[in-house]
C-alpha cells in the first residue's frame, strides 16, 4: 500500500528557506499526482503545490514564486523547496497523492497522506 513520510520540517526566521522530503513507497501506478498540503491550527488544510504528469505544476498564488515542488523518481521522493519563508507560512506541511493526474490543489481529490511536518517560521 502507499505510504508517505514527510521530513525537513523545522524553525526558521522570516526570510528563510527549508526543504521537505516525502518518501514514497508502495505506489503501483505509473501515473499520479503528488501534492504538498498545509494546516494552520484553526485553519482548514489548504493546497500549496502539486507535481504531475510530464513535470506539470500548479501552486497556490500565497507560495508562487516561493516555492518549488520537485520529485525524484530515482530516490522516490517528493521535494518542496521553501525561500522568502513568512510567519503566516507556519503550519503542519503534509505529502500526498491521488491517482487523479491532473496536479488538483484540493485536499478532497487526494487519498493517501503522511503524518506531516511542522514549519514555523518566526518574525
Known amino acids: 500500500q502507499v505510504q508517505l513520510v514527510e521530513s525537513g520540517g523545522g524553525s526558521v526566521q522570516a526570510g528563510g528557506s527549508l526543504r521537505l522530503s516525502c518518501a514514497m513507497s508502495?505506489?503501483?501506478?505509473?501515473?499520479?499526482?503528488m501534492g504538498w498540503f498545509r494546516q494552520a491550527p484553526g485553519t482548514e488544510r489548504e493546497g500549496v503545490a502539486a507535481i504531475c504528469r510530464a513535470d506539470f505544476r500548479r501552486y497556490a498564488e500565497s507560495v508562487k514564486d516561493r516555492f518549488t515542488i520537485e520529485q525524484d523518481n530515482v530516490k522516490k521522493t517528493v521535494y518542496l523547496y521553501m525561500n522568502a519563508l513568512k510567519p503566516e507560512d507556519t503550519a503542519m506541511y503534509y505529502c500526498?497523492?491521488?491517482?487523479?493526474?491532473?496536479?488538483?490543489?484540493?485536499?478532497?481529490?487526494?487519498?493517501?497522506w503522511g503524518k506531516g511536518t511542522q514549519v514555523t517560521v518566526s518574525s
Open positions: 508502495g505506489f503501483t501506478r505509473s501515473s499520479y499526482s
Open positions: 500526498a497523492s491521488t491517482a487523479i493526474t491532473w496536479c488538483p490543489l484540493s485536499e478532497s481529490a487526494y487519498n493517501f
